[in-house]
């Protein structure tokens, strides 16, 4: 079971106007910002556990690559690491849409894949990277010089 | 001669847009633009991609970048049944490379003149790539791209400032600007400074939930416009005088958010405010700004050239022998009408694949939508009839067949069949329905679809001649 800490009020972990991460199945980044700092929320997959992020229609089409960037600003990832888990998240709900393609199913899946292998970078994807010292958490004036 | 295009893509429209220049009457018969509305601000004639499958980003010797057009040589060379190598020739060498960069410049020439209008240029060429950024901190070497994205070359930036719009849904600068920098080293080229520069949008301009497709439409009205230009010219207010990169040397780069129309005059508006180089990032599908501007675009430059559009879907082809006749248009909805016919003397498929309805799946098997045309994936293999998920692997970068996979034509873009003969003396094909390559991995996405049709809309006019001569 998972408590909050009371030294830390709740309010500080909510943006004023929450933004709509996931509008297939309505998470706001709030709830993930909340879940990530205090709920010992870690990966992609572990929002679409808590949060249910990414496992409506569109199958994180629309809405994993902008949960990895609110991830990332909370929990100081790397570019490196926000690479790994956008992809590791998307070719996990690949394997689950696969086995079963008819119809519509196709296209949605024509889609996914547009959204994640055509929309991809050249930077290779590890587990282990941090932002470490330029974490925006620490410093909001952070800069790659 | 009666000509009928199915499919209100970009190869449709462009193939449409050619033959109404020529003279020709031509019917459009469009349900929507498909997968050009979900493009994301690049056209993409010979892209390199990090996956195994794609164009390579390097020379051999990985020294420097390849150029766009030494990367469409690469294709003609190295994909024997990409749609590039149909027309142009397989084995590649000059002559094929020639031919295939003429048609690539005319082609973007001809695009440009339809947009203009709309205030959308098709900006780049084949000499060297831009170096732009998408939405999530990609970097995309792009040949040609659409005004908006296009004024975004990282390369010869000095300082690359990130805009930080609070609010704002699908957009978080610093991860932005740490996932380009970590691009750069991955390609290997020295880097601009990236920058974090929050810009000073007043409460309430930002919509709750933070729609940048809301706030798009916000910046298309006169008032918007003001307040983000505003915003842009008061960005570094307060801050330290210190030595900054002025004019051509520093970009400001903002997320997709200038409006649906009249991108061109509103970046000239915010250059000027700004003081340096403005662009937005390239979008990812499927959140598309760019490709519903396109859309747009298109639609006009059709209203415009005179082409009789009509919005529905094709139910099904009349065919005797070796000619198809008429098309069969399911009702539009609300209408009265049973069904309309459409006769035609040549007709253009550009149906595109699974998302704009040109490939179905029934009875359990992949096939194409209106004459079961046979369909072939990269490898050459015919797989219509097959269940979707038998052409699946199990990790998406892995080479897919399901998205591979479409009719087979000859150098005229009459498609095939199973003999190796055209099927058909009036039909033609155009864009994605054309299979043999996969838009994800080669990233040669609109530039099949804009080539194929307007080479389709000339091979259409030179059967016109034939049969009216």
Do not use: M
């Amino acid at each position: 079971v998972l408590e909050e800490t009371p030294s830390a009020p709740r309010a500080e972990l909510v943006t004023p106007s929450p933004r709509i991460v996931c509008a297939c199945e309505p998470v706001t980044d709030a709830e993930l910002i909340h879940a990530a700092l205090r709920e010992g929320l870690r990966t992609l997959t572990d929002c679409s556990l808590r949060v249910r992020l990414g496992v409506g229609a569109c199958q994180g089409a629309s809405c994993a690559a902008a949960a990895a960037g609110v991830l990332a600003e909370a929990l100081g990832w790397s570019a490196e690491q926000a690479a790994y888990e956008l992809t590791t998240f998307l070719a996990e709900r690949w394997r689950v849409a696969t086995p079963a393609l008819a119809g519509a199913q196709i296209a949605a899946l024509e889609l996914h894949r547009a959204a994640d292998v055509g929309a991809r970078g050249f930077t290779r994807g590890d587990r282990t990277g941090h932002a470490g010292e330029d974490s925006p958490r620490r410093g909001a004036s952070w800069e790659a010089a | 001669v009666r000509v009928a295009v199915i499919g209100g893509g970009l190869a449709g429209a462009a193939a449409a847009l050619e033959l109404a220049a020529r003279e020709l009457p031509v019917t459009l018969v469009s349900a929507g633009a498909g997968a050009t509305a979900l493009s994301f601000g690049s056209l993409d004639v010979a892209v390199p991609s990090p996956e195994g499958s794609g164009l390579p980003l390097r020379d051999a010797t990985a020294t420097r970048l390849l150029s766009p057009r030494e990367r469409l040589a690469a294709c003609l060379r190295t994909r024997p049944r990409h749609p590039y190598a149909t027309l142009f020739g397989r084995s590649g060498g000059g002559a094929a490379e020639s031919a295939a960069s003429d048609a690539v410049k005319s082609a973007a020439a001809s695009l440009d003149s339809w947009l203009v209008p709309s205030g959308l240029r098709v900006e780049g060429g084949l000499d060297t790539a831009r170096l732009l950024a998408n939405v999530r901190g990609a970097v995309r070497a792009s040949d040609f791209a659409f005004t908006g994205p296009a004024e975004g070359d990282l390369q010869g930036a000095a300082e690359v400032e990130v805009a930080a719009i609070a609010g704002l849904a699908q957009h978080d600068a610093h991860p932005l600007a740490r996932a380009l920098a970590a691009e750069f080293a991955a390609i290997g080229l020295p880097r601009p400074s990236f920058r974090v520069v929050p810009l000073p949008l007043p409460a309430g301009f930002i919509p709750d939930g933070g729609s940048p497709a809301r706030v798009a439409a916000r910046t298309d009205t006169e008032e918007g416009l003001r307040v983000l230009l505003e915003a842009v010219a008061g960005r570094a207010r307060g801050e330290t005088p210190g030595r900054r990169a002025e004019g051509e040397r520093r970009l400001l780069l903002l997320p997709p958010i200038l409006g649906f129309s009249g991108v061109q005059a509103t970046l000239a508006r915010l250059r000027e405010a700004a003081g340096c180089r403005v662009a937005e990032c390239l979008g990812a599908p499927p959140a598309s700004l760019a490709g519903l501007r396109l859309a747009n675009a298109l639609s006009a430059a059709l209203l415009r050239e005179g082409v009789v559009v009509h919005r529905a879907r094709v139910r099904a082809l009349e065919r005797t022998g070796r000619r198809v006749n008429a098309l069969r248009l399911l009702p539009r909805q609300g209408s009265s009408n049973t069904e309309e016919r459409l006769e035609a003397d040549v007709l253009l498929l550009a149906s595109g694949r699974f998302l704009g309805g040109g490939l179905v799946e029934r009875e359990g098997g992949v096939h194409e939508a209106l004459l079961d045309l046979p369909l072939y994936d990269e490898a050459g293999v015919r797989v219509d009839g097959w269940a979707a998920n038998r052409l699946v692997r199990a990790s998406p970068e892995l080479p897919q067949r399901l998205f591979s996979t479409g009719v087979r034509t000859d150098a005229r873009l009459r498609p095939l069949g199973a003999d190796g003969a055209p099927l058909f003396e009036n039909l033609f094909a155009a864009g994605d329905l054309i299979g043999g390559f996969d838009p994800a991995t080669q990233r040669t996405g609109l530039g099949v679809a804009l080539v194929t049709g307007l080479r389709a809309a000339s091979e259409i006019a030179r059967l016109a001649e034939e049969e009216g001569a």
